[in-house]
């Protein structure tokens, strides 16, 4: 069964540039990953500091396996101190794991 990931987040301001090359980069390497099928980053139209991240995976394995890549950890350790409004202990605006029910 395949997996979506949906992630919104805040990038705090004068960054958001910063971040949307990084996440480019970072969905170019996610999509080389065996069991990422699809991996799109997206701006908000109204809130330039805003993007959303649409994602699908295999299975929960291939997640976890993402979690693992050099660009991942990346994200961990410096875009999301550097680039991203924290929301209280999360970086996520909102974040979601769904099963795929279509393909």
Same mark, same amino acid.
């Not at 299975?59 to 875009?79: C, G, M, W």
């Given at each position: 069964m395949s997996y979506v990931v949906m992630a919104e987040f805040e990038i705090k301001p004068g960054r958001e540039d910063d971040f949307a090359e990084y996440i480019k980069w970072h969905a170019s390497e996610s999509l080389k990953e065996p069991g990422c099928q699809l991996f !799109? %980053?997206? &701006? *908000? %139209?109204?809130? /330039? &500091? &805003?993007? @959303?991240?649409? +994602?699908?995976? *295999?299975? +929960? /394995?291939?997640? @976890? %396996?993402?979690?693992?890549? /050099?660009? =991942?950890? !990346? =994200?961990?350790? +410096?875009?999301?101190? *550097?680039q991203l409004v924290m929301q209280g202990d999360t970086p996520f605006v909102f974040r979601r794991v769904l099963s795929l029910v279509n393909a």
């Open positions: !799109k %980053a997206n &701006r *908000d %139209a109204q809130d /330039p &500091r &805003r993007f @959303v991240m649409y +994602e699908i995976y *295999d299975d +929960e /394995p291939s997640i @976890v %396996a993402h979690r693992e890549t /050099p660009h =991942f950890q !990346k =994200f961990l350790n +410096e875009i999301i101190p *550097d």
